[in-house]
Each structure stands twice: as structure tokens, then as C-alpha cells.
């Protein structure tokens, strides 16, 4: 009995001993640090249903890459710090308040107290350094932990009390708060004997039991229907509140139905069957819009992050390897080149025919939904075939009898546009190009290829000789993008793999983008940013072509819905979301 | 018994053969699972070579084949990269609902077709006859992904069927006979739908097979002497129909398993359909191998199951070398 | 008992040889037309008319808005509606006359003869659309002419590499029977049994891009056509098989003819009937292949027409239920199909009632 007694205390000093200071008092009497929100106060109860185009693959946070799972784990789990999509601008969720040093390395957050995961177990700190321990781990495979990774070094999260951590990054980093939006905290109390097993991926899969998986989301795992729906229930423990103190989410259900095609989701949604439609065809929101007896509402949220763009294929490795190629080059080197096609594509026809006037031409990468960064001096032009032309002559091209274009060596001008046809606009913007240029005499034909044979060549294989792809940041701030614009950036699509920057103006804009990386004056990093949108609408590596706006319907009847520009797009207030009586 | 020894024997040859093809066609489709992650912009090239080597993509394709004969000795079809779970039990939730839709309008299409088909030989160049032959040819012409279209504006358009789907969101809450009207008003269009696009062929094999057991001498005999349209001519012919009916209902099966593919996406049925589709553009290297597998050991069921049932029903093929 | 059988129906048989032979004239005809696309269709197949995508089929007037009749017919200018895009309104001021025989867009025939003469043709700036226009604003009954010739084309090359391919293996393998019989047969089991589709990812996939887009569409039938052949071989090696043990053969066997010449001079005339049946199955067949490619994204690419890729579009629900003229390469295939699925019935039926 003594034995056994002493025991049970080696094992409580070893735990204590392991957490590094005494355990917090898990009691009921710790009152809850519950967030308010400030939107109109809602009715408790009801089912909302959505749609989705493939069904979740995983309810594992740490595996999750696929757009599908990350919807629903985005409903189950919570970050730290969040970016409200519809500020755009960073606010607090499950860290209550946060410092940063000055020197810009170390942020100081402050948790929310005695709030629970949904199955009842309390929240602390350890649930928080097991998390970062878990994503930057190698051995997790997370796609999360390049995110989280700066400069080639990973950060450092440490616990500072049972309710505060204290993130170091390695080096400055402007705008660092934003690093951890969407940055799942898990259940340590769950978790943790996989992961010290080397088991984690094989945790919470989709037939998971409701009892084996917890988050902080508003919502938990009711059940799953192979190849049919997810739903869930309402976390009775979720840590947010309405102004008059009712805990949210109002809704008590939340489904996620598998609907493949386009072709199935509207005519459900135009039924009654699912209650939000969102990423909508133009043609099919115009369609429902026709509907008499309307009981939804329509919204044109406006441009999206989206943008789609032609790209030259600039990379230095095709030199003796791909010899076609490489003579096609010496076209795509020449900016009085690049500067004549962005002059004959016609942007708004693309917006007219592609996306029905529901879509934005654009001059920069940055589109109009992003009026924080956008530099708004920049204006799309239109297109003029004449004006191209004659970029062209003074460029020492001709044509020939048959009105064909040939360069200074009497080279026909003739090549591909590459495009995935797994994506129908972006065929149909491919299309429009090859007939603005075939304007230009240029004998340009479209390759439309299935999706990853598509990204093989581009980004593997470098065998391409334009392409048509579309690009969109998961957040406003322009280190989302950073390894795009960066040379030796592993997203600089037109020329990878650089050692050192390949041309003066790549070199200026790393410069540029690695200076607003560490400077904190807003102000001084939009100037920065701008500087970079000019060298790219001068330089033109991609032509910039249009972007579609986000397009969202919903039943009248679903009150405090506000569609956002940024994803998710519908469901990123779902806790404030409730149904009219 | 030496012939079962020997069709086992090209049943084995034949799956070793379909795996084997398998393999290397989806190894030769350029790009793998990981691939789409290189458009990530917050994924390094050095985490998706990690992945690949975790995933196993990096080695070369004989080792990862006869890993994959060996596991599959074991019963265990490997694992799904997107879904981190077997195969076996990704597989087995939905080939449920597949072969309920399958086996449903296989059923269907049958019914039809037999009474249709031997009306037709019956009554060979009258009107009846080429009223059917119109309609086996229309129906054989429409391309397959119109008739399941069609059906589904029909859906819309009524409001008499639920659109798409196998069940109501609120099955699990429904009385028995509740579960069992929902199931069937949902299930009613893809089974149309799938037994419409097998249904002109069964019907003209049914058809052909009952003229020509018309044409032999014996039934030829009978009617030379007058013996028409009376029951026990007809069950004479039926009887001699039977055998090349039994080999096509074999092959029917597999026919409607993989036209059920488009039925299912369209109607959004949540059978291998939809899945195999994903599986395929995602490069899910595993749930493809498993499907395929899956629907080549059904043929070879189907084929032998109509061998058997043609051993029991006609004793002149059990002389067979 | 064969005789009673004859005839009782030989005016069967004779309506049918009468069938056949109308239903190849329409075939005939319809390739004969196909070759004349450019002299059929009023406008180059890929020219956009940006300004009027999804229009609805031109309607043609003889009675203008005050009540004149003309002999001449004509057609109203379009103009696009303020509220809704895709809708259009006739200008009533604005009338084209049709004329006959018109010199517009340049097209050459068959590859060497250059022409700009059309059958019909409006005044400009007007235009007429027969069956409307697409999401681009083309020409949908020029389209389909143009891409008549490739959706008619490739099933019959196809179907010649596919029966080429299915009578010497067939033939091979019912005449020497033995292992040979076997090898091929479990080959051709093989064949019917494996998933195609990646192989054509594959191959896509792997072209150059510098090859033409209608070169790699006909590779891509070229390789359809040499998987098709085990279907074929099972049907012709049956045949061989009967025919070898017939009297006919042995006694020329016996007479100590060659192996190739009792194939060729005694077995293989024997195949015809099954060749010409199969035929007729493959190539409606083929045509349709061409569809779902197109539907899987491995069709012939845009812009060139093809009713494939033509007929894709309908896919959408939204389109289908709101341009019905969309449907019109639908509208062809289908009776294409259905002839051939006559015809095929027709070779079909004396084969089997003679037997």
C-alpha cells in the first residue's frame, strides 16, 4: 500500500517535473475568458447545410492539404491569433492579447483562461508548444511547417506560465502576427502518445469516432457518411460569446454534403436542400437569379485575391537541354516582346466572355479587392493591336506575305500556350489570348493538359513555352506571396532554381521584398510593395489578365452572413451565423 | 475438374496481367500525388521530396509492385495517400452503394428486356419489331453523358425526386419503412438511368438468340406444321435462348459497372464512381490499383458465375475439352 | 428446312439489301459534304465575334416590320440588350440581305484548293448564325461542317487499324489454334480487361508540344484503334474456326494447298460478313470515344471544332437548359449514330438468319 502510494507520487513529481512548473488548477472555478463579438444578436438552434465539390480526406490538422478537408477542420479547430476576413486585419481568438518586442523578434501572447477543447478538457499552455512541437517536427510531414519556418529556421514557441507562450523568431518579421492564423492548437491530452509513438498519421481519419477527436472550434465531429456527408454538432464549450452572453455558435448543426458537380450543386441549392452555394459558376449565379420565387439572397462580393496570368518560360536550366525552347527565348527575353502581347490582349473581352462582366481586368497582380496593397496608379489598358504591332516592327520583327510574324533571323514566330483543362475559364482565357496574338501574326496554338501533367511541366520539368495559370494568396499581406516574387523563391514560376538574381529587376525586387519583410511601418512597406507592382507591370514576367469575383448565394432567412473575399468565404463568422424565425 | 483448374488459371493470369499494366500506365501518367503541392506557395520543394520518400513514390516501380503482391497476399490493398486509411475499407463502404445501383438495374434492364425481346422475335419485321428497333437504335446513339443530364432537369423540373444523392439528410432519424421510401425515390433515377443505357443491347441479344433457337430444325419442324404462338412453343425456344442469354447476363453486370461511373458522378450517388474519378486526377495510387482490381475480379465473376449457371442448364457444355 | 426458311423471307432479305443500300448513300453523302466544309460554312470555324457570344440561331425574315414582302430573304442586325448580356434584340432598322453564292473568308478544300466563294452569305456588317453561336461567339453551323471533318475522319481510321489488327490475330489464332490460340487469346482477354484511360493520360502527356494539336488528337486515335482489336479477334477467330473444319477446306488441305493460300483463298472470304458487321459497330463507337476524350479533357483541342468538343459544353447544366441550339452537335451525332447503328443491324440480320 505505501509502495503503491509512493508510486502515485514519483508519477505526479515526474509530470510536474515534465510540465516544468506546477500544473494550473484544472477545476470549474477558473471563470472563462470568453471573446464577445459585436454582431447583431442571434436566436439559438437549426441545421446549416453546405456543399462541398469533393468530399474531406482527413479530420488530421497536420496532414490536411486538400481544400475540402481544411473547410471542415477549419470549423472543428482555432488559432491563436486570427485574420477577420473581412477587416483583413489580425484580431485575437484563442490568445487574448499579444506583445511584440522592438525588435520585432519576440511576440508575447497572453492565452484565453479556463476555456475547454470540445470534449471538456481545459486549454493551456502545453496544448500550445506540443502544437508548434507537432507541426515543425520533420518526421509530421506537415505541410504546415514551411509556414512556419523564417529564413530557413524554424521558430521557437515556450511556454511562460500555464497562459502565456513566447514565440522568438529568428529573425524580424513584419507583420508576424499573421503567421498564425489557421494554425489548428491541438489536443495535447489526445494526441500526444501517438505522436511519441510516430503514429500521428494515422490519427483522426475521416472514420474517426466523435469520442477519439477534440479542437476548439465551434463545432465537433457528430458522424460521417462514406462518400456522402460530414456532419457536425455544436461545441457546447466553444469560447466565444454574443453581447448579451449567450455562448455561440447559435446553429446546432452543421453539414457538409458531397455534391461532385457543379451540375448537382445548383439545382440542390435552388431546391432547398443546402442553404449557402459559394465558388458558383457566373452563368449558373445568373441562372438564379432568374428564379421567381426566390427565398435566397445573391451577393457579388467583387475580385477575389484571384489572378490569372500568361507566363513566359524564362528559366535559365532549359539551355542545352531543351534547344526548342531555348531558341523560343530569345523572344521571350526581349521585353519590347512581352510588352506587344500585353498590349494585344484584350482584358475586358476576357471579362466579358469569360466571366460575363462578373470579373475585374486587371494591371497588377494585386487586384481591387486588396485596396490595402493595391497600387492603384496602375491601370489596365486597352488592348491595341496597332500599337503592338508597331512595338513589334521597331523591335526589327516583320511579317511576310501571308501576313505571318518572323523575328530579326527570319525565325517564324510560333509557339504554345499551356493550360489546365481541368480549369474551364482558364482554357477559355488561353483561347482569347491565342486569337489576340494570332491577330499579331503569331502562330500560337493552346495545349490544354490535365491538371498535374500541367504543373509537372511548368514547375518540374521547365518544357513549356507560355502558360496560362491563375494564382491566389490565402491572405492579403504580400509575404503570403513572397516566394513568388523572390528569384530564389520556389513559386518564382518563369524562371526557378535561381542562384542569383537572373536580371537587374529581379534583383531590385528582392531587394524590395526582402526589405518590407522586416520593416514595421505600414506605410513604408505599401511604398516598397508598390515599387514591386511597377517593376512587374514594366518587366512583365507574367502578363496580369483578370481576376473573377467571388460569387455567393444564401437563404434570406440565414441572418449575419457576410461573404468575404478571402477563404472561406462563407463560413469564417459560422458561430455568428442563426436562422430567422 | 480439370477445366476449373484450367479457368482459375486464366483468372489468375489475367488479374496478374491487369495489375502489372496497371501499374506501370499510372507510374507513366505524368505527375503523382504530391505534385499539386508544388503550387503551394507555402510548401518547399524539400518537404514534397520528404513526402515522397514517406509516401514510398520515390522507389522504383518493380519494388513497389511486388511489395503491393505481397501485401495483397495478406488481404491488405495498401493505403490511400489522400485519405491516410486502407484501401479495403475506402473501397468496401462505397462498392456497397455501386452494386446496389448496379444489381437494381441490372434486375431492370432484364425485366424489360426479356419480354420485350422475344415479343420482338416473335413478331420479326411486323411493326412491333421495327417500332423497337427504332427505339434500341435512338437510345444506343445518345451519347452517355445526355441521359442521366436529361434526367436529372426532369428532377428539377417536377420536383417529383430528390435530386441526386443516395439518402435524405435526416435518414438516420427515419422509421423502417420511412429509410425504405427514401432510399427507393432516391435510387429510382440513376437506376433508370443506368438501366435505359444497357437496356437496347440486352434487348437485341435476347432477340437474336431467341430467332436463331427458332431457326433450328426442330422448332423450324413444329411450325412448319403449324404450331404457333402456343405456350409450349415458346418455352421450347426460352429453353434454347437460355444459354447465349446466360453469357451476355454475365457480361452485363460488368458493362453496367463501368457505365455506372458517369451515372454517378452526375447524380452525385456516392458510390466508386466519384471516388475513382478523384482517385485518378489525384493520382491516389492505391484506390485506383483497388478499383480496377476490384471491377476486373467482378468480370471474371460475372463470366464465371454464367459459366456455372450454364453447366446447370444446359448438360451440352459439360462435355467441353 | 433452310429452304422453308428462305422463303419465307426473301422479300424480307430484299428489303433489306434496299435498307443497306440507303443507308451508305447517306453516309457517303455526308462525307462527300463534310470535304466541302469550307464551301458549306458562311465563316471561318475559329473567327470570334466577341460582341455576341451565346447568341440564339439567326432567324430569317421575308416580311419586313412594314409589312413587305421580299423575294429576296434577309436578316435583322443584332444589338446587345442593356440588362441582360447574353440576350439580343433585332434592330429592325438594320436589315442584311442573304445572297447565294458569296465570296467571304478564304478556306482551302481538301488541303490544295484555295477558294473564298461560300453557298450563302449576308450583306455586312451583318451576320447570320444558323444555329447560333458559342461561349465565343462563333459560328456554330460552321463549326460543326469543320468539325465534321476530324469527327468523321478519325472513327474510320481507327476502325481500319482496329479490324486490320482483329482479322490477322483472330485468324492467326483460329487457324493454327495450339499455343498460338492461346498466347493470343489470353492477350486479347487482357485487352478488354485494363483500364485504357491512363495509357491515353500517359501518351498525351508525353507528346511534344511542338506537334500539331490535330497530329496528337490522330495519334491518340491511332493508339484507340490498336487497343480495340481484341473484340474484333474473338469474333473472326469463332469464324475461322467453324470455316476450318468445313469440307471445303479440308479438301483443299488435302489436296496439299499451302496454309497461306487456304487462309486467304477459303478462310478469310469467309470473314467478310463479320468484318463489314464490326465495322459498323466500331466506327459509331470511335465517334463517341472522341466525345467522352473531349469530356476528360484529351480531345481535340480548341479552337478547332470537332463535335467532340462541340458537344462538351452541353455538360453544364446551365447551358443546357438555357441555349438549347447548344445541343446541335448533339442533334448530329445522334442521327450519324443511329445509321450506323442501322446499317449495322441490317449486315447483321441475313448473316444471322442464313446461318
Given at each position: 500500500m505505501r509502495k503503491l502510494r509512493l508510486i502515485v507520487l514519483l508519477y505526479v513529481l515526474a509530470g510536474a517535473a515534465a510540465y516544468g512548473f506546477a500544473s494550473p488548477p484544472k477545476d470549474h472555478a477558473t471563470p472563462e475568458d470568453l471573446l464577445t463579438t459585436h454582431n447583431p444578436v442571434g436566436r439559438r438552434g437549426g441545421r446549416l447545410v453546405v456543399s462541398?465539390?469533393?468530399?474531406?480526406?482527413?479530420?488530421?490538422?497536420?496532414?490536411?492539404?486538400?481544400?475540402?478537408?481544411?473547410?471542415?477542420?477549419?470549423?472543428?479547430?482555432?488559432?491563436?491569433?486570427?485574420?477577420?476576413?473581412?477587416?483583413?486585419?489580425?484580431?485575437?481568438?484563442?490568445?487574448?492579447?499579444?506583445?511584440?518586442?522592438?525588435?520585432?523578434?519576440?511576440?508575447?501572447?497572453?492565452?484565453?483562461?479556463?476555456?475547454?477543447?470540445?470534449?471538456?478538457?481545459?486549454?493551456?499552455s502545453q496544448d500550445v508548444t506540443f502544437s508548434f512541437q507537432v507541426y515543425l517536427d520533420k518526421k509530421s510531414n506537415s505541410s504546415q511547417r514551411d509556414l512556419l519556418m523564417i529564413g530557413g529556421k524554424p521558430i521557437e514557441v515556450a511556454a511562460l506560465g500555464p497562459y502565456a507562450v513566447r514565440v522568438t523568431l529568428p529573425q524580424p518579421y513584419a507583420a508576424g502576427d499573421r503567421l498564425f492564423d489557421g494554425i489548428a492548437m491541438l489536443p495535447r491530452h489526445l494526441l500526444e502518445q501517438g505522436y511519441r509513438e510516430g503514429k500521428l498519421g494515422q490519427a483522426w481519419p475521416l472514420t474517426a469516432t466523435p469520442a477519439q477527436i477534440a479542437g476548439l472550434g465551434p463545432f465537433r465531429l457528430k458522424q460521417y457518411t462514406p462518400g456522402q456527408q460530414i456532419a457536425l454538432e455544436r461545441n457546447p464549450h466553444y469560447w466565444k460569446a454574443d453581447s448579451k452572453g449567450n455562448r455561440l455558435p447559435y446553429l446546432d448543426d452543421l453539414v457538409f454534403l458531397v455534391l461532385p458537380t457543379e451540375n448537382a450543386e445548383s439545382p440542390r441549392f435552388q431546391a432547398g436542400d443546402t442553404d449557402i452555394i459559394s465558388q458558383v459558376g457566373v452563368k449558373l449565379f445568373e441562372d438564379l437569379g432568374k428564379d421567381a420565387s426566390q427565398k435566397y439572397r445573391l451577393q457579388d462580393a467583387g475580385p477575389g485575391l484571384e489572378y490569372n496570368f500568361l507566363v513566359f518560360n524564362l528559366n535559365d536550366d532549359v539551355a542545352g537541354r531543351l534547344p526548342a525552347i531555348e531558341r523560343e527565348q530569345k523572344w521571350f527575353k526581349d521585353l519590347a516582346f512581352r510588352k506587344a502581347v500585353s498590349q494585344a490582349v484584350d482584358r475586358q473581352g476576357a471579362v466579358n466572355l469569360v466571366y460575363r462582366g462578373r470579373g475585374t481586368a486587371l494591371a497588377s497582380h494585386v487586384t481591387p479587392g486588396n485596396p490595402a496593397w493595391m497600387d492603384s496608379r496602375l491601370q489596365p489598358r486597352p488592348a491595341s493591336p496597332e500599337q503592338a504591332r508597331k512595338l513589334l516592327a521597331s523591335a526589327g520583327y516583320g511579317w511576310n506575305s501571308e501576313g505571318l510574324l518572323h523575328d530579326r533571323a527570319d525565325q517564324m514566330?510560333?509557339?504554345?500556350?499551356?493550360?489546365?483543362?481541368?480549369?474551364?475559364?482558364?482554357?477559355?482565357?488561353?483561347?482569347?489570348?491565342?486569337?489576340?496574338?494570332?491577330?499579331?501574326?503569331?502562330?500560337?496554338?493552346?495545349?490544354?493538359?490535365?491538371?498535374?501533367?500541367?504543373?509537372?511541366?511548368?514547375?518540374?520539368?521547365?518544357?513549356?513555352?507560355?502558360?496560362?495559370?491563375?494564382?491566389?494568396?490565402?491572405?492579403?499581406?504580400?509575404?503570403?506571396?513572397?516566394?513568388?516574387?523572390?528569384?530564389?523563391?520556389?513559386?518564382?514560376?518563369?524562371?526557378?532554381?535561381?542562384?542569383?538574381?537572373?536580371?537587374?529587376?529581379?534583383?531590385?525586387?528582392?531587394?524590395?521584398?526582402?526589405?518590407?519583410?522586416?520593416?514595421?511601418?505600414q506605410k513604408a512597406r505599401k511604398k516598397l510593395y508598390d515599387r514591386v507592382q511597377q517593376i512587374v507591370a514594366e518587366e512583365l514576367p507574367i502578363v496580369v489578365i483578370a481576376s473573377p469575383h467571388i460569387l455567393v448565394g444564401s437563404k434570406l432567412k440565414l441572418k449575419n452572413f457576410e461573404p468575404a473575399i478571402l477563404g472561406p468565404y462563407t463560413l469564417h463568422n459560422v458561430e455568428e451565423l442563426f436562422w430567422e424565425e | 475438374m480439370a477445366y476449373l483448374v484450367r479457368r482459375?488459371?486464366?483468372?489468375?493470369?489475367?488479374?496478374?496481367?491487369?495489375?502489372?499494366?496497371?501499374?506501370?500506365?499510372?507510374?507513366?501518367?505524368?505527375?503523382?500525388?504530391?505534385?499539386?503541392?508544388?503550387?503551394?506557395?507555402?510548401?518547399?520543394?524539400?518537404?514534397?521530396a520528404a513526402m515522397r520518400t514517406q509516401y514510398g513514390l520515390d522507389r522504383p516501380l518493380p519494388v513497389r509492385y511486388f511489395d503491393w503482391v505481397k501485401a495483397v497476399a495478406h488481404g491488405d490493398l495498401g493505403y490511400s495517400f489522400a485519405y491516410n486509411l486502407p484501401v479495403a475499407s475506402l473501397l468496401g463502404a462505397r462498392a456497397r452503394n455501386t452494386l446496389f445501383l448496379t444489381i437494381s438495374a441490372a434486375v431492370l434492364a432484364w425485366l424489360l428486356a426479356l419480354p420485350l425481346g422475344v415479343l420482338a422475335a416473335e413478331q420479326r419485321g411486323g411493326w412491333y419489331d421495327w417500332v423497337l428497333g427504332m427505339g434500341t437504335s435512338t437510345l444506343l446513339s445518345t451519347p452517355d453523358l445526355l441521359l442521366p443530364l436529361v434526367l436529372l432537369i426532369f428532377a428539377v423540373r417536377s420536383g417529383r425526386f430528390p435530386v441526386g444523392g443516395m439518402t435524405s439528410l435526416d435518414y438516420s432519424d427515419l422509421s423502417a419503412a420511412g429509410k425504405l421510401h427514401d432510399l427507393v425515390s432516391h435510387a429510382a433515377l440513376p437506376v433508370i438511368a443506368l438501366a435505359l443505357t444497357t437496356l437496347p443491347v440486352l434487348v437485341r441479344h435476347v432477340r437474336a438468340s431467341v430467332l436463331d433457337a427458332m431457326a433450328t430444325p426442330s422448332l423450324l419442324t413444329a411450325r412448319a406444321y403449324g404450331i404457333r404462338k402456343n405456350g409450349i412453343l415458346l418455352r421450347h425456344t426460352l429453353r434454347l435462348a437460355a444459354n447465349p442469354i446466360i453469357t451476355l447476363g454475365g457480361l452485363?453486370?460488368?458493362?453496367?459497372?463501368?457505365?455506372?461511373?458517369?451515372?454517378?458522378?452526375?447524380?452525385?450517388?456516392?458510390?466508386?464512381?466519384?471516388?475513382?474519378?478523384?482517385?485518378?486526377?489525384?493520382?491516389?495510387?492505391?484506390?485506383?490499383?483497388?478499383?480496377?482490381?476490384?471491377s476486373t475480379v467482378l468480370l471474371t465473376l460475372g463470366n464465371l458465375t454464367a459459366d456455372a449457371l450454364l453447366y446447370v442448364v444446359d448438360p451440352r457444355t459439360r462435355v467441353r475439352p | 428446312m433452310r429452304h422453308i426458311d428462305r422463303q419465307l423471307d426473301a422479300p424480307y432479305l430484299m428489303r433489306h439489301k434496299r435498307t443497306i443500300r440507303w443507308l451508305v448513300g447517306f453516309l457517303l453523302l455526308l462525307h462527300l459534304a463534310a470535304l466541302l466544309a469550307g464551301f458549306l460554312a458562311p465563316y471561318s470555324p475559329t473567327a470570334q465575334n466577341r460582341e455576341f457570344p451565346y447568341a440564339a440561331p439567326t432567324r430569317i425574315h421575308f416580311v419586313d416590320a412594314s409589312g413587305h414582302f421580299h423575294l429576296r430573304p434577309f436578316v435583322y442586325g443584332m444589338e446587345q440588350s442593356s440588362g441582360d448580356r447574353q440576350i439580343y434584340t433585332a434592330d429592325s432598322a438594320n436589315v442584311h440581305s442573304l445572297r447565294f453564292l458569296v465570296r467571304g473568308e478564304g478556306?482551302?478544300?481538301?488541303?490544295?484548293?484555295?477558294?473564298?466563294?461560300?453557298?450563302?452569305?449576308?450583306?455586312?456588317?451583318?451576320?447570320?448564325?444558323?444555329?447560333?453561336?458559342?461561349?465565343y461567339g462563333r459560328d456554330q453551323f460552321s463549326r460543326l461542317w469543320f468539325g465534321s471533318q476530324i469527327s468523321l475522319v478519325t472513327p474510320l481510321v481507327a476502325t481500319v487499324i482496329s479490324l486490320g489488327m482483329g482479322v490477322t490475330l483472330g485468324a492467326m489464332a483460329g487457324f493454327w489454334g495450339g499455343w498460338v490460340d492461346e498466347v493470343i487469346m489470353r492477350i486479347a482477354e487482357l485487352f478488354l480487361a485494363i483500364p485504357w484511360l491512363y495509357l491515353l493520360f500517359a501518351v498525351r502527356a508525353a507528346l511534344p508540344l511542338s506537334i500539331s494539336p490535330v497530329g496528337a488528337f490522330l495519334l491518340l486515335v491511332t493508339l484507340i484503334g490498336t487497343v480495340g482489336w481484341a473484340r474484333p479477334a474473338r469474333l473472326i477467330r469463332s469464324v475461322v474456326l467453324t470455316t476450318r473444319q468445313q469440307d471445303f477446306v479440308l479438301s483443299a488441305r488435302a489436296a496439299g494447298a499451302s496454309s497461306g493460300s487456304i487462309l486467304r483463298q477459303h478462310i478469310l472470304p469467309q470473314t467478310w460478313g463479320v468484318v463489314v458487321t464490326q465495322a459498323a459497330i466500331l466506327i459509331p463507337q470511335y465517334l463517341l470515344a472522341e466525345v467522352t476524350l473531349s469530356f476528360l479533357g484529351?480531345?481535340?483541342?480548341?479552337?478547332?471544332?470537332?463535335?467532340?468538343?462541340?458537344?462538351?459544353?452541353?455538360?453544364?447544366?446551365?447551358?443546357?437548359?438555357?441555349?438549347?441550339?447548344?445541343?446541335?452537335?448533339?442533334?448530329?451525332?445522334?442521327p450519324v449514330m443511329y445509321v450506323y447503328d442501322r446499317l449495322a443491324a441490317a449486315l447483321h440480320e441475313p448473316v444471322k438468319s442464313s446461318a
Open positions: 462541398q465539390h469533393a468530399e474531406a480526406k482527413t479530420l488530421n490538422p497536420v496532414l490536411a492539404v486538400d481544400r475540402p478537408s481544411r473547410e471542415v477542420l477549419g470549423m472543428l479547430n482555432a488559432d491563436l491569433i486570427h485574420i477577420n476576413r473581412l477587416t483583413h486585419r489580425t484580431e485575437s481568438a484563442l490568445a487574448k492579447s499579444w506583445k511584440v518586442s522592438r525588435d520585432g523578434k519576440q511576440y508575447t501572447l497572453q492565452l484565453r483562461r479556463g476555456i475547454r477543447f470540445s470534449d471538456g478538457e481545459p486549454f493551456d514566330v510560333k509557339f504554345s500556350i499551356l493550360v489546365s483543362s481541368n480549369n474551364q475559364q482558364r482554357t477559355v482565357i488561353a483561347n482569347l489570348i491565342q486569337q489576340d496574338l494570332t491577330k499579331l501574326g503569331m502562330q500560337v496554338t493552346v495545349v490544354p493538359l490535365e491538371f498535374r501533367s500541367f504543373v509537372q511541366r511548368v514547375l518540374e520539368t521547365h518544357n513549356y513555352e507560355t502558360a496560362v495559370m491563375g494564382f491566389a494568396s490565402g491572405d492579403t499581406d504580400p509575404n503570403g506571396e513572397i516566394n513568388f516574387w523572390l528569384s530564389s523563391g520556389f513559386n518564382h514560376f518563369w524562371n526557378l532554381g535561381q542562384k542569383k538574381p537572373a536580371t537587374d529587376w529581379e534583383a531590385e525586387i528582392d531587394g524590395l521584398m526582402e526589405k518590407q519583410l522586416t520593416t514595421r511601418d | 482459375l488459371l486464366h483468372t489468375l493470369f489475367l488479374l496478374m496481367g491487369v495489375s502489372m499494366l496497371s501499374f506501370l500506365f499510372l507510374q507513366l501518367a505524368p505527375g503523382d500525388y504530391v505534385s499539386e503541392m508544388l503550387l503551394n506557395p507555402q510548401v518547399s520543394p524539400q518537404t514534397i452485363s453486370i460488368a458493362t453496367l459497372l463501368s457505365s455506372s461511373l458517369l451515372v454517378e458522378v452526375i447524380m452525385s450517388w456516392p458510390g466508386l464512381g466519384p471516388m475513382l474519378l478523384e482517385a485518378i486526377l489525384g493520382r491516389d495510387f492505391y484506390v485506383v490499383i483497388g478499383a480496377v482490381m476490384f | 478556306y482551302s478544300l481538301a488541303g490544295w484548293w484555295k477558294s473564298n466563294l461560300h453557298l450563302f452569305g449576308v450583306d455586312a456588317p451583318g451576320k447570320v448564325f444558323l444555329l447560333g453561336t458559342d461561349a484529351i480531345g481535340v483541342p480548341e479552337p478547332t471544332p470537332s463535335w467532340g468538343n462541340m458537344a462538351g459544353s452541353v455538360q453544364q447544366y446551365s447551358i443546357l437548359t438555357s441555349y438549347w441550339w447548344m445541343l446541335a452537335p448533339v442533334m448530329v451525332i445522334i
